[in-house]
């Protein structure tokens, strides 16, 4: 862009804002440490493309996001964004893409985190061999029950929709 055109410049600011913006919503989509680290740096990089951005709300709800997000801080998060928003109104793209990154925090919060084990049966657990047959005999019973002839039964779901 051309340094001098004051237009521009202002406009760069808009354009690494919705970047940064891109950027934090690709990290979330892929939910993966190392593309999560790389983020400061790319703030920082954007940063310096451009003093206008550097010295700018964007850069700094930018920055609280990029902190937040990774880190699940969902109040830190939620008031960065609302005093952006009272000073700035967001426009309806921006809106959309910080709500995505807000839902990425509340999934994060409730997900279960898996503590490993439990998929197999190992020798401490009082598996062993003679096992394995019943497990058989089991499954064969289920094949071979017989079918429910579900015809003549009531829909249920009449009147519903």
């Known amino acids: 862009y051309n340094a001098d055109n004051n ?19 690709n990290a979330a989509d892929r939910d993966d440490t190392k593309v999560w680290n790389a983020l400061p740096s790319t703030l920082e990089k954007y940063r310096d493309m451009n003093d206008l951005f550097a010295q ?8 609280v996001l990029v902190d937040a997000i990774p880190a699940c801080e969902l109040e830190k998060y ?17 809106t959309d893409q910080i709500s995505r990154l807000e839902d990425y925090i509340i999934q ?10 439990g ?15 019943q497990a058989d005999a089991k499954q064969h019973e ?20």
């Open 7 to 25: 237009l521009l410049r202002w406009n760069v600011k808009t354009l690494l804002f919705k970047a940064m913006l891109c950027q934090l919503n």
């Open 56 to 63: 700018s709300r964007e850069y700094q709800l930018c920055a």
């Open 78 to 94: 939620k008031t960065a964004v609302a005093q952006y928003d009272n000073i700035v109104r967001l426009e309806a793209w921006a």
């Open 108 to 117: 994060k919060q409730h997900k279960i985190p898996d503590l490993g084990g």
């Open 119 to 133: 998929d197999e049966i190992g020798p401490d657990m009082g598996a062993d061999a003679g096992d394995q047959p």
């Open 142 to 161: 289920v094949d071979e029950k017989e079918e429910i002839d579900l015809e003549n039964a009531p829909n249920v779901m009449d009147g519903v929709f």
